[in-house]
């Protein structure tokens, strides 16, 4: 069994997979600050009602971005969380992927810009959507289709295995967060 996670959007969703069986529990949650609590949660109904038990994975896996910076660590901490203290492999896959492996994909970036990505090319950034049908989300974009940890099952094929502590999230832009203009230490005083 394979127990995913998908938390680079707004819904958090969890599922647990059998690769021969397919789908054998999905969970989503709308939580677009919260999706580790949505994820723990999700967790215990996928226990009590399908009684699966994340000690029996075989596997974690996680969406590996692009998305929420702070959403993307959510579910790759989780994956790498588990793997470790079960001493099973973690895999990854984008979000583009877990929308549609094989379309036009467009996703949010930042300051009204899309990430897209056409099958077996680069994303690149952009602030106009293409005139060609497409999924994802973000403005202007209907209906909107979230990343899916379901959607791990047909990716199957494609998941690479590592262990848990190399696992780690993928960007295609750096994170927009600020260095502070003085060292921590020093803001603090002397006697601090």
Request: charged share 20%; aromatic share 10%; hydrophobic share 45%.
């Given at each position: 069994m394979i127990?995913?996670?998908?938390?680079?959007?707004a819904?958090?969703?969890?599922?647990?997979?059998h690769?021969?069986?397919g789908?054998?529990?999905?969970?989503?949650?709308h939580?677009?600050q919260?999706?580790?609590?949505?994820c723990?949660r999700l967790l215990?109904?996928?226990?009590?009602?399908?009684?699966?038990?994340?000690?029996?994975?075989?596997?974690?896996a996680?969406?590996?971005?692009?998305?929420?910076f702070t959403g993307v660590r959510?579910?790759v901490t989780?994956?790498?969380?588990?793997?470790?203290?079960?001493?099973?492999?973690?895999a990854?896959?984008?979000s583009?992927?877990?929308i549609?492996?094989?379309g036009?994909v467009?996703?949010?970036?930042?300051k009204?810009?899309?990430?897209?990505?056409?099958p077996g090319l680069t994303p690149?950034?952009?602030a106009?959507?293409?005139?060609?049908?497409?999924?994802?989300?973000?403005p202007?974009?209907?209906?909107?289709t979230?990343?899916?940890?379901?959607?791990f099952?047909?990716?199957?094929?494609?998941?690479?295995?590592?262990d848990?502590?190399?696992?780690?999230?993928?960007?295609?832009?750096?994170?927009?967060i600020?260095i502070?203009?003085?060292p921590?230490?020093?803001s603090?005083?002397?006697?601090?």
């Amino acid at each position: 069994m394979i127990i995913a996670f998908s938390t680079s959007s707004a819904q958090a969703s969890v599922a647990a997979i059998h690769r021969e069986s397919g789908l054998l529990w999905q969970g989503r949650e709308h939580a677009p600050q919260g999706a580790s609590g949505a994820c723990l949660r999700l967790l215990e109904v996928m226990g009590q009602d399908a009684g699966l038990r994340i000690e029996d994975a075989e596997l974690f896996a996680a969406d590996i971005g692009p998305g929420s910076f702070t959403g993307v660590r959510v579910g790759v901490t989780l994956a790498k969380t588990f793997g470790y203290l079960y001493g099973k492999p973690v895999a990854g896959a984008s979000s583009f992927d877990l929308i549609s492996a094989d379309g036009v994909v467009a996703l949010p970036s930042k300051k009204n810009e899309f990430f897209v990505r056409r099958p077996g090319l680069t994303p690149y950034r952009t602030a106009e959507l293409p005139f060609e049908p497409l999924v994802g989300f973000g403005p202007g974009i209907e209906p909107q289709t979230f990343p899916d940890a379901a959607g791990f099952f047909e990716l199957l094929d494609r998941l690479v295995a590592v262990d848990a502590m190399s696992f780690v999230p993928e960007y295609l832009i750096e994170p927009s967060i600020s260095i502070p203009k003085k060292p921590y230490a020093s803001s603090l005083g002397a006697g601090g």
